[in-house]
């Protein structure tokens, strides 16, 4: 009988294949050739699947690490305390282990070409949408739950987290031991944002 093609695990492999290629030599690398090789499969079944480059490396590259971390913040939604849930997720976009660092390291090189590849631009633009959409959120739920100011604008205070977040994985991104000073960073941001206490200092958050 015919093998079974296992779609998502084919998916991986393609995605997979793309990083270890962006990283190793680049994005100009990236061809339905070098990628066919690099995850071992038939040249004509990656043409018929993804029938350019530019697919082939933009939808591989987004698809697998969006998904990779939608994983990763889904898994902390049971998490009761609003506080360690919000913590918890923003921390799985900041690259605090070797998965999350490879994830951004592919990030930041597609993203240093997209200038010159419309499709690499607008998934560069969704990813930016999708981690301003992950601080939103972050900030929804502490709004719910009490745990910020209740005069806090929103759109800004979102506009702020994200510029932070994104500045703070850059610098532990670029340097492994400033990680503990990046989630340090993060966590004093976020307690600035709660309510006051009687006394008029911040409430614990």
């Known amino acids: 009988m015919p093998r079974t093609i296992d ?9 997979e ?20 090789s690099e995850a071992d499969l038939v040249l004509g079944s ?16 987004w698809s697998l ?3 990779r971390a939608a994983a990763r913040v889904a898994r902390h939604a049971a998490m009761r305390d609003p506080w360690r849930r919000t913590r918890a997720a923003l921390h799985e976009v900041m690259p605090l282990d070797d998965e999350r660092r ?40 502490l709004r719910d739950a009490g745990r910020v ?3 806090l604008d929103l759109r800004r205070a979102t506009d702020t987290l994200h510029a932070l977040l994104d500045g703070l994985a850059l610098h532990a991104m670029y340097d492994p ?13 976020l307690a600035s944002l709660a309510p006051p206490v009687a006394g008029g200092g911040p409430s614990p958050v």
Do not use: K, N, Y
């Open 46 to 61: 990656l043409r018929h699947e993804l029938p350019d480059e530019d697919r082939v490396c933009s939808r591989s590259r």
């Open 17 to 36: 294949a793309v990083w270890r290629i962006v990283l190793r030599d680049g994005v100009g690398a990236v061809s339905l050739r070098t990628v066919a």
């Open 177 to 189: 031991r400033r990680r503990r000073v990046a989630v340090r960073a993060l966590d004093e941001h």
């Open 7 to 15: 779609h998502e695990e084919r998916r991986q492999r393609i995605g």
């Open 102 to 141: 490879v994830e951004m390291r592919v990030h930041l090189a597609l993203m240093a070409e997209s200038p010159a590849h419309e499709r690499l631009a607008e998934f560069a633009a969704a990813a930016h949408d999708a981690i301003r959409g992950l601080c939103l959120d972050a900030l929804t739920v």
């Open 65 to 67: 690490a969006h998904e």
């Open 149 to 151: 100011r209740a005069d």
